[in-house]
């Protein structure tokens, strides 16, 4: 105790000593720290690849909420500067979803997801010091869809898909943390919305639980992440 008394007189010393000269001197303190780190002059790069890793979250319809876990999401995708921060690209995601112990006892099935779209977006610097990038984006394009592992209870018996094809759109955000001009790593945030509803008597899911009857509303779910931000071959500066 004695030990952690003395450690703790020494941080607060260490803490006021701190405030005291930030206090004293806050001009001298402002100016050294721009001059160790101007501001970086905003840079727009005529090609940049994108990469994510999320996890998906269902959040609709209840069914599908109530059947599947999210395990992962892996996002690649290309975009071309249109003009200072507005760009058009191509992206493509590979995704998994499982029927786990916990959701549905007894059943070990999947989900895989493989979509293919077109992209529009803008980014943005957000920092006076242009060190973040603030990327928006939306992507309209076509989701294939397979289901693995599904069986009924009734020998003989097979699910009625599996699998199906559809139409799907995705907003997303992105926060990208500049390590360099050209290169930046931060969060990633996308809700995805495929054009079909989920339904679990499709798949024989009503003979290992219960579901009730209105599975109205397309399939949805949240993915959170991280994300990685690469420009090449620069264009405008600003």
């Known amino acids: 105790m004695r030990t952690y008394c003395i450690y703790l007189l020494l941080l607060l010393f260490v803490l006021v000593s701190h405030t005291s000269i930030a206090q004293d001197e806050p001009d001298q303190f402002e100016t050294k720290i721009a001059e160790e780190s101007p501001p970086r002059q905003k840079q727009y790069y005529l090609f940049s690849p994108r990469v994510s890793v999320t996890v998906p979250h269902p959040i609709g319809n209840k069914s599908f909420k109530k059947s599947f876990v999210g395990i992962y999401e892996v996002n690649a995708g290309l975009n071309l500067m249109l003009y200072k921060g507005l760009f058009a ?15 549905i006892p007894d059943l070990n099935a999947d989900m895989a997801i493989n979509n293919a779209a077109l992209k529009l977006g803008s980014d943005f610097y957000v920092n006076s010091k242009n060190t973040m990038l603030l990327s ?3 992507s309209i394009g076509q989701n294939n869809t397979k289901y693995s592992s599904f069986k009924s209870k009734t020998l003989n018996e097979k699910p009625l898909i599996s699998g199906f094809r559809s139409s799907y759109i995705e907003p997303e955000v992105n926060l990208f943390f500049l390590t360099e001009a050209n290169f930046g790593i931060g969060a990633t945030l996308t809700y995805s919305i495929i054009k079909r509803n989920f339904d679990p008597y499709e798949l024989c899911l009503d003979e290992w639980s219960q579901f009730g009857k209105d599975n109205s509303g397309p399939i949805r779910y949240l993915s959170f992440g991280f994300g990685f931000y690469y420009g090449f071959s620069k264009k405008t500066k600003k």
């Open 89 to 103: 690209g191509v992206t493509f995601k590979n995704g998994l979803l499982k029927i786990t112990e916990n959701k």
């Open 136 to 138: 928006a984006a939306v």
